[in-house]
């Protein structure tokens, strides 16, 4: 149901930061998207790791391997399925994301280089399992609150 993708430069994140990060992100997203704290979602959820030499990234039109001292640079592509995405929840979407990123880093705020990207893929256009795979075929697994149901059946239709 959903995917994010974190990239960063290589090394900037430990084993234990991206464990953290697993479940963090993952949460991030879930708990908007099906409206509540559902452990058993989480199957249908994957984070990414995608780390890049600093001759592959670059900041101001600039290598990160030719400047002294870097940014902090992380991008977080966050991909779900059409359903019910207003513009608050995108927000709260993003907003999650990043302090969950801050949180694993411990820091107190958000690097001010670290940018998201939230893209939702048309009804019709996710596969699985060897099908298309629809969010309304998703709605009647328990996981999704009441609420959420009624919202993601109203955009839909």
Known sequence: MTIVTVTTPEGRLSLEQRRELALSLTDAVLVPEVGQLAPPARIGFQVHFVERTPDRMAIGGRLLCDRSTAPDVATFDICVMDASWPLSMRKQVTENVLAAMARACAMDQPSPAWWTTFRTIDEGSWGSRGSVLS?????G???FTPERVAEIRKALS
Do not use: H, K, P
Not at 135 to 139: A, G, K, Q
């Open 135 to 139: 969010i309304l075929d998703l709605l």
């Open 141 to 143: 697994s328990g996981v």
